[in-house]
């Protein structure tokens, strides 16, 4: 025996009985251990320690996803501290930043080099990891998501192996990691290819609803970035964005809207007419606002709402939106009533094999579904099984989604945090 003690790894800061909850606390959990490593080593030492142990492992960043997507029982991971500008090739734009770092902060450090990243969501509270693991949006016809403005990315294995990939190098495993909700992998680094810093000029104007669908394409095409809001149990639409004062935005619009809504629950009947006030209030006026790239695409998405997210064919838009008015207005009749602005928004192809923009399929729910609407899903599930056969990185959701699996111990049940 040499007497020599063998070091324990470097796991950085854990924790237990840590009480995640997502943005809209419509899910929670209590991971056995939660860590807040602070460096690539620190996360491979977590990933080895899950692997010994038989534990899997989930990487969450903001939190925002309206699903369990996020939720585990077993190790949670965080990466805020995995927060930094690793490199900046002030020529090409390029950027690589620490996959951790929130779109606010990212914003922040890209304004100060003078650059800007192409389009952006209504937020920007997610993580980058997090924001193109589920190929987060905005709009814009000609405008790919998120993901698409990434050109490498560095990933730790289940193996604890670390993948640097890009459109050159491992071009499937990148291709399918643009967009992977966790289940390849944990990511550390990301390369961004940026724009030189741009203002954006957005005019909001109230429309009706035939009136867009009726001249849609001249309208999706008129502006780089164009969205609109569909206020249900009406015809009355707002294109684009807006500024209102402190008044209208603050009292009106958020805090006196959340405790109407909160009032409707108990009468549901007055919805319909608290969302012709809402548009009254919020969005019934012209208005112009010309500010950096960032503060015109993210929007106030308001207080904890429900929400989700359908993805079609934009072609499709109007048909959708008519048989939805239809829906809306017959189940009216019946007692039912939708609560929130639809938000329609336009996104460009891509070739990310996760992505719904990817060969322009329909977004739907389980395996089954999945494999027709994704051409690349099962070539997904393959190089998952490959790079994570004891799946170390599969949590209830991706289970249920992903490998089809159902029953007690992967259903949501288990983490909702309120119905
Ligand atoms: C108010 C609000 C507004 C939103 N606006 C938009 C919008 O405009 N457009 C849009 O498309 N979506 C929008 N979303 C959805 C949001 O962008 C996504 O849910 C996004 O995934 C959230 O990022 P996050 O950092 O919170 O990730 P989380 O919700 O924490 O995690 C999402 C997924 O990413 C994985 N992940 C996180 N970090 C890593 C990592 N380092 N390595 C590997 N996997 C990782 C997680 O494991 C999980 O599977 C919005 C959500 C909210 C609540």
Not at 241 to 255: D, M, N, S, V
């Amino acid at each position: 025996m040499s007497g020599q003690v063998a070091k324990a790894p470097n796991l950085g800061n854990k924790q237990k009985n840590y009480q995640f909850r997502n943005w809209s606390s419509t899910f929670k959990c209590v991971p056995e251990l939660y860590f807040r490593p602070k460096s690539e080593d620190e996360l491979v030492n977590i990933v080895n320690l899950a692997r010994e142990n038989h534990k899997t492992i989930k990487v969450v960043g903001s939190g925002h996803s309206p699903s369990d997507l996020a939720c585990t029982n077993e190790y949670m991971i965080n990466l805020d501290d995995l927060n930094h500008v690793l490199e900046f090739d002030p020529k090409s734009r390029i950027i690589t930043v620490e996959a951790g770092i929130r779109l606010f902060q990212l914003n922040q450090e890209l304004k100060w080099r003078g650059i800007a990243l192409s389009n952006l969501g209504a937020i920007s509270d997610q993580s980058i990891a997090g924001a193109i693991s589920s190929a987060t949006h905005g709009t814009g016809i000609n405008f790919g998501n998120l993901s698409t403005q990434v050109i490498g990315l560095t990933m730790i294995t289940a193996s604890g192996k670390k993948i640097h990939c890009s459109e050159v190098k491992d071009a499937e495993i990148f291709k399918a990691a643009l967009c992977s909700v966790g289940a390849l992998g944990i990511i550390t680094r990301v390369t961004i290819q940026c724009e030189p810093e741009f203002r954006l000029e957005a005019e909001q104007q109230p429309m009706k609803l035939d009136t867009i669908l009726n001249d849609l394409k001249e309208i999706v095409c008129s502006a780089e970035h164009v969205r609109f809001w569909w206020s249900p149990h009406t015809d009355d639409c707002a294109k684009q964005a807006e500024t209102i004062g402190y008044f209208r935005e603050t009292i009106l619009g958020y805090h006196l809207y959340q405790f109407l809504l909160y009032l409707t629950r108990f009468y549901p009947p007055t919805i319909p007419r608290l969302a012709h006030l809402m548009f009254l209030i919020k969005f019934n006026k012209g208005t112009l606002m010309v500010d950096d790239s960032y503060k015109v695409f993210n929007s106030d998405c308001l207080f904890e709402q429900y929400v989700n997210e359908w993805a079609i064919p934009w072609e499709r838009t109007a048909e959708a939106l008519r048989k939805l008015g239809q829906w809306v207005r017959e189940n009216d009749e019946k007692g039912i009533y939708v609560h929130f602005p639809v938000e329609v928004r336009f996104v460009d192809k891509d070739d990310i094999w996760l992505s719904p923009s990817y060969g322009r399929k329909a977004h739907t729910m389980f395996k089954d579904e999945l494999t027709k609407a994704y051409p690349k899903f099962k070539d997904f599930l393959e190089l998952r099984e490959e790079l994570d056969p004891e799946g170390i990185f599969l949590n209830p959701y991706l289970r249920r989604h992903l490998l089809g699996e159902y029953g007690p111990k992967v259903d949501a049940a288990q983490f909702k945090a309120r119905l």
